[in-house]
Nanobody, 115 residues
Framework: VLLVESGGGLVQAGGSLRLSCAAS????????MAWYRQAPKKQREMVAT???????NYADSVKGRFAISRDNAKDTVYLQMNSLKPEDTAVYYC??????????WGQGTQVTVSS
């Protein structure tokens, strides 16, 4: 199983980035996909999730600014991030979940938002 994130980088406050996570080795369409992030000296936190039925859920801190989506034909999940703030600076991780006991993580991609 491999989850490969891309799209991170340095952006000014108010800018946008789109993260991608390409999955292989799993039946992508049946997994709940999620984005998490971890800032320095902080715990990893959920940012957004999307179920196999495309139901979405967001952390309060990103509602209205971020959008998660998936393309089952490409085995890829996306995170569109708009109106970025310095406090969004973190390593962003992709996670594939099938129930509570089966999950996989990507290696992470750095997002840095300058003020």
């Amino acid at each position: 199983v491999l989850l490969v994130e891309s799209g991170g980088g340095l952006v000014q406050a108010g800018g946008s980035l789109r993260l991608s996570c390409a999955a292989s080795g799993i039946t992508f369409s049946i997994y709940t996909m999620a984005w998490y992030r971890q800032a320095p000296k902080k715990q990893r936190e959920m940012v957004a999730t999307i179920t196999s039925g495309s139901e979405t859920n967001y952390a309060d801190s990103v509602k209205g600014r971020f959008a998660i989506s998936r393309d089952n034909a490409k085995d890829t999940v996306y995170l569109q991030m708009n109106s970025l703030k310095p406090e969004d600076t973190a390593v962003y991780y992709c996670k594939a979940e099938l129930g509570v006991a089966l999950f996989y993580w990507g290696q992470g991609t750095q997002v840095t938002v300058s003020s």
